[in-house]
């Protein structure tokens, strides 16, 4: 079976300041995963994914996120945050049909 | 080109009724997946649509039902609601049926009472 953990339901980071979003994920087989945001009242874009190839991904608004087998994990990262970054992000992998979400992280920003 | 829209907006209904709820595509997608998130939670897989069929579930009752149209547009219809039903509910679209990117709506949010 598989599923996604993201460590830490908040982060609050100063505006300027690294971020730094984690996640797990456990899959018997090398995974699709992806990186999606929420802002209020708003659907989920999506943020970055990783198939196969570069393990280093990059996405939009700065983002990136690095796939380490070895330590099943795809951690979302921006060196300077911004406020305008404030907003729910969630991980999620993908195996045939099925999108399977973590449960979330909400990052705050501080001015 | 139009990207997914879903209506209605809010929703409040009473506990034992039925809603449904509607979401167009964006252009040229034929895939379509709905799912739950509820108050403080990721979106929870209900189930998939490619080309009118449903072709995959996750865990949900069969009182979750859905449809898609020959245009692709989709509906999920629940019945007999309970209150844990209340939730942010999102449709999202797929040019095929195994392309990963996905496309979410604003999502319907039903509040049951």
């Known amino acids: 079976a598989q599923s996604v953990t993201q460590l830490g339901s908040h982060v609050s980071v100063s505006e300027g300041a690294l971020v730094l979003l984690r996640c797990n994920y456990s899959s018997s087989v090398p995974p699709y995963l992806f990186w999606y945001v929420q802002y209020p009242n708003q659907g989920l874009q999506l943020l970055l994914k990783?198939?196969?190839?570069?393990?280093l991904v990059k996405g939009i608004n700065g983002f990136e996120a690095e796939f380490k087998k070895s330590e099943t994990s795809f951690h979302l990262t921006k060196p300077s945050a911004h406020m305008s970054d404030a907003a729910e992000y969630f991980c999620a992998v993908r195996r045939g049909f099925k999108t399977i979400f973590g449960a979330g992280t909400r990052l705050f920003v501080k001015a | 080109e139009t990207g997914v829209t879903q209506s209605p907006t809010h929703l409040i209904k009473t506990r034992g009724q039925q809603v449904t709820l509607r979401c167009s595509s964006q252009?040229?997608?034929?895939?379509v997946s709905w799912y739950q998130q509820a108050l403080g939670q990721g979106p929870q897989f209900i189930f998939q649509y490619y080309r009118e069929e449903e072709n995959g579930r996750g865990n949900f009752p069969p009182r979750f039902s859905g449809l898609q149209f020959p245009n692709y547009s989709s509906e999920l219809n629940v019945n007999a609601l309970e209150l844990d039903d209340s939730a942010l509910y999102l449709c999202?679209?797929?040019?095929?049926?195994?392309?990963?990117?996905?496309?979410f709506g604003p999502g319907t949010r039903l509040t049951v009472t």
């Open positions: 990783y198939t196969t190839g570069a393990t």
């Open positions: 999202a679209s797929s040019l095929a049926q195994g392309e990963l990117e996905q496309y």
């Open positions: 252009s040229g997608h034929n895939t």
